[in-house]
């Protein structure tokens, strides 16, 4: 490869390759005869040209000549890069995961990404806005691969988006919006999706939640009898739980055989 001496001639060479993000360290490396300060430079001119764009410290996104207009690279083209730079498994989630699944009711203008603990200071950067939501127990299952211009993002199946909506509801926007989503999102689940493994993703107050959605507010009966086969094999009972965790106790309102006190009005958008 022919050895370039201009970093934006570099630049222009990584996204001949496909190549839509870089390191410093890379850059660094590339060409050592230049000087950190001569990089600094360089790479501030490229800022200022919104020809580059510096996501997390370290990390850049190039903007192809298709995305000048807007300014900005969609995460999905520099997540996988950005996660393994910052040596991090993570998912796609919440609303976001929903929308690469075609059932987001609204597209999110944040971009949710989950992944461990600990926290991840959020991306605000020319228009990118990246949420990160960390986890203790970072899941093992349900998770997908999804191709994309450069690669792959790894994204969270329905089923675990539906989960980790009810967990995450007040990030999102409240309990209505992310019951709107799951009910659509509910139509890319089948049946064999419902296993065991679903009570290692989510707290089984969670879990009864969603049965009670999919069975009151979705219309999903099939798979609510599923879930509640499973946690029934599992469990000798279940706990009582509110719908809304931030809300009293409505009284006389566990009528229900998920023991979900129903403490709010649910109000799905069509």
């Not at 192809?64 to 207009?69: D, M």
């Not at 996988?80 to 609303?95: C, Q, T």
């Not at 939501?133 to 994204?155: A, C, D, M, W």
């Not at 419902?194 to 959605?213: E, F, H, K, M, S």
Request: contains cysteine; glycine residues 4%.
């Amino acid at each position: 490869m022919k050895k370039l001496s201009k970093i934006s001639d570099w630049v222009n060479q990584q996204l001949a390759l496909g190549k839509y993000s870089f390191t410093l360290t890379n850059l660094q490396d590339t060409m050592p005869e230049k000087s950190n300060n001569s990089i600094k430079l360089a790479l501030k001119r490229l800022v200022d040209k919104n020809k580059i764009i510096s996501v997390y410290k370290g990390f850049y996104i190039i903007i192809p000549p298709s995305y000048s207009n807007l300014g900005l690279l969609p995460p999905t083209m520099f997540m996988d890069e950005l996660m393994k730079y910052l040596g991090r498994p993570y998912y796609i989630s919440l609303l976001s995961a929903a929308a690469l699944q075609g059932a987001a009711h609204q597209q999110p203008q944040i971009y949710f990404v989950c992944t461990t603990l600990p926290s991840i200071r959020d991306t605000n950067k020319r228009g990118i806005q990246i949420k990160y939501v960390s986890k203790r127990n970072f899941p093992k299952s349900h998770l997908i691969q999804k191709n994309t211009e450069s690669g792959y993002v790894s994204l969270s199946d329905p089923i675990l988006t539906c989960l980790d909506l009810i967990n995450y509801h007040k990030t999102i926007g409240g309990l209505n919006r992310a019951s709107t989503v799951i009910n659509e999102l509910s139509e890319e689940i089948i049946e064999n999706d419902i296993t065991v493994d679903i009570l290692q993703l989510a707290p089984y107050a969670d879990i009864q939640r969603l049965g009670y959605l999919w069975e009151y507010e979705c219309d999903q009966i099939e798979l609510a009898n599923d879930l509640f086969k499973i946690l029934k094999e599992t469990l000798e009972s279940l706990k009582n739980y509110k719908l809304n965790p931030s809300r009293k106790l409505q009284k006389q309102s566990v009528n229900n055989r998920w023991k979900i006190n129903v403490n709010t009005n649910i109000e799905i958008d069509q």
